[in-house]
């Protein structure tokens, strides 16, 4: 089991820049895919960005191909997801979630364990 914890979220002006971290808790922090969601007012949670076990790979939303970098340093039971260049459309609450195996999905229903989820505001 994995308990997550995100943080960094905040009010930005559009073009500004953003990292969140998610803390997890536990020793196997490196058997999990994790990934980044969002869930804006009214909306469904959409899928952001996902990282393999050990980093190697990285998948990202279209929509923020580009300007969203995710990485991770398992040493420190850490997920980051740097983001640049945000647009209004970005505002949402973020959350991490955890998925134990190796493929790595980009639909909610397959992660295990999520995060609290953590505000960002981009204003104009």
């Known amino acids: 089991q994995v308990q997550l914890v995100e943080s960094g979220g905040g009010l930005v002006q559009a073009g500004g820049s953003l990292r969140l971290s998610c803390a997890a808790s536990?020793?196997?922090?490196?058997?999990?895919?994790i990934g980044w969601f969002r869930q804006a007012p009214g909306k469904e949670r959409e899928f952001v960005a996902a990282?393999?076990?050990?980093?190697?790979?990285?998948y990202y939303v279209d929509s923020v191909k580009g300007r969203f970098t995710i990485s991770r340093d398992n040493s420190k039971n850490k997920v980051y997801l740097q983001m640049n260049s945000l647009k209004l459309e970005d505002t949402a609450v973020y959350y991490c979630?955890?998925?134990?195996?190796?493929?790595?999905?980009?639909?909610?229903?397959?992660?295990?364990?999520w995060g609290q989820g953590s505000q960002v505001t981009v204003s104009s």
């Open positions: 536990g020793r196997t922090f490196s058997s999990y895919v």
């Open positions: 990282i393999s076990r050990e980093g190697t790979n990285t």
């Open positions: 979630a955890a998925q134990y195996g190796m493929i790595v999905y980009i639909t909610s229903q397959q992660y295990d364990y």
